[in-house]
């Protein structure tokens, strides 16, 4: 799995959150400073990562151009580089900001021009996720870590549920349940969610006789939610309900 680091300004925030999806999605590990502020920690912080990346992405703009933390990430990976030999840095542009004298020997990617940016980082273009259920009607993506993912399927033949190995292109059926047991689950409220933990990314759900399969808080939270479990239980809810509409 590739780790990427990713250099950006606070006030880019949401695209440096989006190409970190991005990359996870595509099976690689991306790192980016969304819990750390400043003072030492942060230093030391940096420097390990930098280290232990195996590709440095920056996304420059007329805000990371100026940014003090920006110019000091990118010094840290200029000197990785010399001591490998090689090239770790790549650069992304998200707005009409001029790449930097000091830079201008590399070649810099507009924005969302996601196939030439994922193929210098050794990451597939495109996803081609098709599960094995065909084409589907309604889907909720339930659990996510890495390069995987799960998602619960509602179709006319009833629910199942799809684990994706995105670095693999791979997708197969973890379990299916028939349409008319969904409907009785409905009917009975036979599912359950337990609430996450303060130390996993990840929590439990039961639906009927299926038990103990992942959900992940991370995706429920809505930003500052307090309750993702109700948040959760609602989604689920909402999505078993629309088995009705075949």
């Known amino acids: 799995m590739s780790t990427i680091f990713i250099s950006y300004a606070r006030e880019d925030k949401d695209s ?3 190409l ?3 990359c996870e999605m595509r099976g690689a590990d991306p790192w980016w400073d969304r819990e750390l502020t400043s003072g030492e920690r942060y230093i030391e912080t940096i420097l390990r990562q930098v280290r232990e990346a195996d590709h440095f992405v920056l996304l420059l703009s007329v805000n990371s151009k100026d940014s003090t933390w920006v110019a000091f990430e990118v010094g840290a990976v200029r000197a990785r580089e010399f001591e490998l030999g090689r090239d770790l840095l ?3 542009t998200i707005d009409d900001c001029d790449v930097p004298g000091f830079l201008s020997e590399r070649n810099a990617t507009p924005w969302n021009e996601w196939q030439a940016l994922f193929g210098s980082l050794g ?3 495109d996803i081609d996720y098709k599960p094995p259920s065909g084409d589907p009607d309604k889907s909720l993506v339930i659990f996510r870590a890495g390069g995987q993912w799960m998602e619960l399927i509602v179709s006319r033949r009833g629910l199942e ?4 190995d995105v670095g693999e292109q791979r997708a ?3 379990w299916r349940m028939p349409r008319e047991e969904v409907m009785a689950c409905i009917q009975d409220e036979d599912f359950k969610v337990y609430p996450p933990s303060p130390d996993r990314s ?3 759900f039961t639906i009927g006789g299926y038990t103990e399969w992942r959900w992940s808080p991370t995706m429920f939270s809505h930003g500052n939610d307090p309750a993702p479990k109700q948040t959760f239980l609602n989604e689920l809810r909402e999505h078993l309900e629309s ?3 075949f």
């Open 16 to 18: 440096a959150e989006e």
């Open 20 to 22: 970190a999806r991005e």
């Open 90 to 92: 790549k650069i992304v």
């Open 123 to 125: 990451l597939p273009a």
């Open 161 to 164: 549920c799809i684990l994706v």
């Open 172 to 174: 197969r059926l973890q």
């Open 202 to 204: 990840w929590a439990l």
């Open 243 to 245: 088995i009705r509409n």
